[in-house]
Structure formats: structure tokens, C-alpha cells
């Protein structure tokens, strides 16, 4: 059956390219690119330029391996000594990530495969004239915002305000103690801000699909999830929340409980965004486990419990809210 629709849809493709005369020799190249388009594509919605040393090339072997057709990648904000960034420390996204200018000019140069986010440190004077540039330029999300400032704070009311005007969504690195305080009163956010989708990414954020979760809370909490956190709340209650399913939060949230993880997976099928979020250079599992892209697609397709919920949380989720 997939066969003979291949068989077919190549000889349309010879037809429509007029060169399906006898004895033409077929371009090796033109018929490699008609075969990939039939692989199921897959939406990445969270990577970087640069991160931890990373060349571009290896990024992009990278993205081809995990299997990502199109790829998201967010930048850094122009790095400032501020409070936001702890004095410098969350420069470069604290992994030495590409800024603006350096992610708008790889995606452009691969722009079949690549688009772009916008960032910029929000308690730097020229926040908001930064992210807007890149947003006129057709950046599609403004992240990644990973930042020491709360949550409602001035500066980060004018970001909303922005992702409002140019109607794009914010994703936020959630992370104790370090970037963004008051996600038990982010709610608040939502509320005000309705039209504005919200992304949830990193540990803190993870960390709170567990209702129980402990006090003296561990990075990467491992054990039984007890339901009802207040991440489940959130992707629950308002439309404009959703989860990035990526690096070793997103993943360890899910294999911590799998059973848990599988109900989750299943009831927000609507709200959850592959994303891989590592550095490594090859895709491939191995003993460092610094890939995460890889079995976090793996996990969801044994989790997710039905073809179609994998095949929104891999593609057509980000599809629409990327507006792709
Ligand atoms: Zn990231
Ligand atoms: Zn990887």
C-alpha cells in the first residue's frame, strides 16, 4: 500500500518534472529529496545555535539524525552584567547559546529546515526594541526566556504586552531558586494575558506534575507522581498554557512514573510540544546521556497511547501554535 502510493506520487513527481521520457536517466538527487518528503515530519520546538561550543554542522547532523524536519531554534539575549542574568551568569543562556542576529542568519540560510525565535535579557534598557525586531523579521516564539527575575515583574508585563501585539507565544525556562520566581501565582498571568499562549519548560516546571512534591526539591526529582501538580493544573485549566516536553526535565518527568507519565501524555495530548533541548552532536543514546531529543521520541510514541496523540505532540501541536 505505502509502496504503490510512493510508486505513484513518483511518477506524478517524474510527469509534473517532464522527465519521464523513455530512457532518461533519473538525477539521483532530485529523486533522494521526493523520498524524504514522505518521512512523517516531526516539529523540534526547542534548540540552539552554538550551545556548549556546538558547530553549526553538527547542529544540523544533529537535527537530521533525532529525525526533525523543522526545527525551532531560540536565542540568547545580547548578554548583559544585570540582575536578570545573576551578574552575567545566564549570559548565553548559561550554555553558551547564539544570540538574535546569529540564529536569524542560520535559519535563513536554512530556511527549509530552520526557523527562529527572539530573545533578549528583560531588565536591559533595549529588551523590548530587541524582540521586536526580531518578531518584524518573522521570529516565532519570543524565547528562550530564561532569566532571575519574577515572573510579574514590569519588565516581563511588557514582554507579555508584546507577545500579545505580535500574537506569538512565550516560552519560559522554570527553574528553583534561579530563573523566574512565582509559578504558584503565574496563574494570575494566564488570566490577564488570555490571548497569549504560555510554554512551560525546565526543571521547576517538571518538577510540579508532582503534587507531592518535596521541599528540599532535588534538580531531576526521581519516584512515583502523585497527580494533580500544579503543572497538570495549569495545562488543565487554561488554553493558553503548554507544556516543551524537552532536555532532561521533560524527559525525566515522563520515565520517572511512566504510568503516570502515560495518563499525562494521553489527557494533555493537546498541550504537549516535542523538543530536544541537548547539545550532544550525533543523536545517539549513549553512556554520557547528553542526547535527549532521541528518547524523548521514543518515549512519546510508547507513552502517548494512540497514533494520533503522538502524532500531535510531534508535529501537529507545534504546527498550529508555531502557526508553521
Ligand atoms: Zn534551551
Ligand atoms: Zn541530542
Not at 98 to 120: P, V
Not at 153 to 170: N, R, W
Not at 267 to 287: E, T, Y
Amino acid at each position: 500500500m505505502q509502496q504503490s502510493k510512493l510508486n505513484s506520487s513518483r511518477r506524478n513527481f517524474l510527469t509534473q518534472a517532464g522527465i519521464l521520457a523513455a530512457g532518461s536517466v533519473l538525477p539521483v538527487e532530485l529523486l533522494a529529496e521526493n523520498t524524504e518528503e514522505k518521512k512523517e515530519p516531526i516539529i523540534d520546538i526547542h534548540q540552539h545555535i552554538h550551545y556548549m561550543g556546538r558547530t553549526d554542522d553538527h547542529l544540523i547532523a544533529h537535527q537530521k539524525a533525532i529525525g526533525a524536519t523543522t526545527t525551532i531554534l531560540l536565542p540568547a539575549g545580547r548578554p548583559v552584567n544585570s540582575d536578570a542574568t545573576h551578574q552575567g551568569l545566564g549570559n548565553g543562556l548559561q550554555a553558551q547559546v547564539g544570540g538574535n542576529a546569529e540564529t536569524y542568519l542560520f535559519a535563513m540560510a536554512h530556511r527549509k529546515h530552520f526557523k527562529f525565535g527572539a530573545c533578549a535579557v528583560p531588565d536591559a534598557p533595549d529588551a523590548i526594541y530587541d524582540i521586536e525586531k526580531y518578531l518584524k523579521l518573522g521570529a516565532k516564539v519570543i524565547g528562550e526566556l530564561k532569566f532571575g527575575v519574577e515572573c510579574d515583574s514590569p519588565e516581563m508585563h511588557k514582554i507579555y504586552q508584546l507577545a500579545q501585539a505580535y500574537d506569538v507565544p512565550v516560552l519560559m525556562h522554570w527553574q528553583k531558586d534561579r530563573y523566574f520566581y512565582g509559578l504558584d501565582r503565574f496563574y494570575k498571568i494566564l488570566e490577564q494575558y488570555p490571548r497569549v499562549n504560555f510554554i512551560g519548560h525546565a526543571q521547576f516546571w517538571w518538577a510540579n506534575v508532582d503534587k507531592g512534591i518535596p521541599q528540599d526539591l532535588p534538580m531531576y526529582p526521581k519516584g512515583i507522581v502523585t497527580p494533580g501538580g500544579l503543572t497538570e493544573r495549569y495545562l488543565t485549566d487554561y488554553p493558553n498554557m503548554y507544556g516543551d516536553l524537552s532536555a532532561g526535565s521533560g524527559l525525566n518527568a515522563f520515565k520517572r512514573d511512566e504510568g503516570h507519565g502515560s495518563a499525562f501524555m494521553q489527557k494533555l495530548q493537546d498541550k504537549l510540544l516535542f523538543g530536544s533541548d541537548c547539545w550532544d552532536n550525533d543523536g545517539i543514546v549513549d553512556a554520557k546521556g547528553e542526547c535527549t531529543g532521541t528518547p524523548m521520541i521514543a518515549t512519546i510514541r510508547a507513552l502517548s497511547g494512540s497514533k494520533a496523540a503522538e502524532r500531535k505532540i510531534l508535529y501537529e501541536n507545534a504546527k498550529k501554535l508555531f502557526k508553521l
